[in-house]
């Protein structure tokens, strides 16, 4: 599927795109708020600034997409690959992120209000001057995360989640790839 024949898809009210291949597709301001993009590839994809509200995105692969300032508002995203994406200033409130895996993504200025990264993978990732209030943190992997500047208040974290693994502590993330099934 291209972009073209997606869009035309969305605007006659299709809303069901699983397993769609949209690899580096330029999808830029697009409003594709309520889609199911479950098991899609839409690794490479700009989505910046788009409309992405209360979508799915269950077991997406988004390595390497720009979600820059994109509105992903209530939107589910559990086992989903964001590995090295940007998501720079994303509106991220409410987002259910359980078991993702944010690996070196950017995520700085993300507004991740309320946001549920239990499980997530996210070490190496930078995370400063993100609003993680009221976020669910537990069994997170911060390590090595960068969380300058980040509001922490009110997020359920424990100990563990701050200092993470020690034994993982020498791992480089920089050459992280991801090999899933999409």
């Given at each position: 599927m291209n972009v073209k024949q997606?869009?035309?898809?969305y605007k006659t009210g299709e809303r069901d795109f699983q397993k769609a291949n949209l690899h580096q597709a330029n999808l830029c301001g697009a409003d594709l708020s309520g889609a199911n993009?479950?098991?899609?590839?839409?690794?490479?994809a700009d989505l910046s600034k788009?409309?992405?509200?209360?979508?799915?995105?269950?077991?997406?692969?988004l390595t390497d997409a720009d979600l820059s300032e994109a509105d992903l508002y209530d939107s589910y995203m559990v086992d989903v690959n964001l590995i090295g994406a940007d998501c720079i200033g994303a509106k991220m409130k409410q987002v259910n992120l359980s078991c993702a895996d944010l690996r070196t993504a950017n995520l700085a200025r993300a507004h991740l209000l309320r946001a549920k990264l239990t499980d997530a993978q996210v070490s190496g990732a930078d995370l400063?001057?993100?609003?993680?209030?009221?976020?669910?943190?537990m069994g997170c992997n911060l390590n090595e995360a960068d969380t300058s500047g980040a509001n922490l208040t009110r997020a359920i974290v424990t100990h563990k989640e701050i200092i993470g693994n020690a034994q993982n502590t020498r791992v480089s993330h920089k050459w992280v790839t991801w090999a899933g099934s999409c």
């Open positions: 997606l869009l035309k898809r993009f479950s098991g899609a590839d839409l690794s490479g788009a409309n992405l509200k209360g979508c799915n995105f269950d077991r997406a692969n400063s001057g993100a609003n993680l209030s009221y976020a669910h943190l």
